[in-house]
């Protein structure tokens, strides 16, 4: 196949990609690249995670072009669903990555830290979980990326396909629901 590609459809150029075209590729990558790059930025906020999960999306069509079925819908569609899967895979890594450091600093001995203080963050830590696990799954997955993994309210809507609007609103039901489990629990000060 010549490289004027114009006329040649997606599945055509997977199927150049079958037999090692890297023009082909380069292609599907002209044609789709932003739109990968552009979801995967938005759920991982960081434009090298983007890069990444972009350059990971393409190296995977290169490596098996036939995972694309042209039957069950449009290659932009086959690419922004691993764009999406890849993406969301690196903030959970990167979430994780961060409670385990978060646990060995915990591990630290640190100077002018007390046996006290220590013991009552941890009281305060289990309170705060079990007041979480006690809120709608909605709403407790939409506090969890903004306050635990650090996202804004528009992260928070884009991740979880909501409008931006249902997100505040959740969070703040949930942040008032826990407040309530808290003080009920006996935790005091974490008044607004």
Same mark, same amino acid.
């Not at 552009?38 to 490596?63: I, P």
């Not at 001995?109 to 006290?116: E, F, K, Q, S, W």
């Given at each position: 196949m010549d490289d004027d590609f114009d006329e040649t459809s997606d599945a055509q150029l997977v199927t150049c990609v079958a037999r090692f075209d890297e023009a082909a590729l380069a292609e599907l990558y002209r044609r789709h690249g932003g739109a990968v790059f552009?979801? *995967?930025?938005? %759920? $991982?906020?960081? #434009?090298?995670? *983007?890069?990444? %999960? $972009?350059?990971? #999306?393409?190296?995977?069509?290169?490596?098996r072009p036939e995972a694309y079925d042209s039957d069950r819908g449009a290659l932009r569609s086959f690419l922004l669903t691993q764009s999406h899967a890849r993406a969301v895979d690196v903030v959970r890594s990167r979430a994780a990555r961060s409670r385990r450091e978060l646990r060995e600093a915990g591990r630290t001995?640190?100077?002018?830290?007390?046996?006290?203080r220590e013991a009552w963050d941890h009281v305060l830590a289990e309170e705060v979980r079990r007041a979480l696990a006690t809120l709608p799954p909605d709403e407790r997955r939409a506090i969890e990326l903004a306050y635990f993994e650090g996202r804004t309210y528009v992260e928070v809507a884009a991740m979880l396909h909501e409008p931006e609007g249902t997100i505040k609103s959740r969070i703040r039901k949930g942040m008032g629901r826990m407040r309530g489990a808290l003080a009920a629990s006996g935790v005091q000060g974490l008044e607004r």
């Open positions: 552009g979801l *995967a930025r938005r %759920v $991982t906020g960081s #434009v090298a995670e *983007a890069e990444d %999960v $972009t350059q990971e #999306v393409f190296l995977r069509l290169w490596n001995p640190r100077a002018g830290y007390d046996v006290a």
